[in-house]
């Protein structure tokens, strides 16, 4: 029995806390609800499967969150001060952190820093750039981009299927690809 509750433990009370918010609650286990909280998850999980790729390559990359940052506020700043279409303020956001990306990516490789050392500095100075050019300011987006934000194929948020296409293109990567066999 000690042995089960060692293995599987965090399963049997991760179910045990389900059970108790299904039967505590009339909203919690219905369709509505899991598509939510997989639309509020989805952006994570393309963020995640990236830095999976990174951490069994044996490296680490915490600075994701302040270059997000950066390239959110640019693209904001770009499409509510400056006109720019959604289609083109995201493809910005992309360049943005890609370039941003290649930075580390450099100072790791090339200048052979830490890749800790490296990312928890560009983390720190890419969150201050980011809250610099952005001053806390709330920025109004197009209609277009919110419509495009909760858009939905029938019960599904379209952003939910990009996520499991990334996730899915990154297992295949990984397990049948040689890149990805290379990486750990």
Do not use: W, Y
Request: glycine residues 10%.
């Amino acid at each position: 029995m000690i042995e089960v509750l060692r293995r599987h433990g965090f399963l049997i009370v991760f179910a045990c806390v389900l059970v108790f918010f299904a039967l505590a609650t009339n909203t919690f286990a219905t369709l509505d609800n899991a598509m939510g909280l997989l639309h509020a998850a989805a952006p994570m999980a393309v963020v995640a499967s990236g830095l999976a790729l990174v951490v069994i390559a044996g490296r680490l990359d915490i600075s994701v969150g302040s270059i997000a940052l950066v390239s959110g506020v640019l693209s904001a700043m770009a499409m509510s001060q400056l006109g720019l279409d959604p289609v083109s303020a995201s493809l910005l956001a992309i360049l943005v952190g890609g370039l941003l990306g290649a930075l580390n990516g450099f100072i790791v490789v090339v200048l052979q820093v830490n890749a800790l050392i490296t990312t928890l500095g560009t983390m720190i100075a890419l969150r201050g750039v980011g809250l610099e050019i952005g001053q806390s300011r709330v920025f109004a987006l197009p209609e277009g981009m919110r419509v495009l934000g909760n858009l939905k194929l029938g019960p599904v948020f379209v952003d939910v299927l990009v996520a499991g296409l990334v996730l899915v293109a990154m297992h295949v990567l990984h397990t049948h690809n040689r890149f990805g066999r290379h990486l750990t």
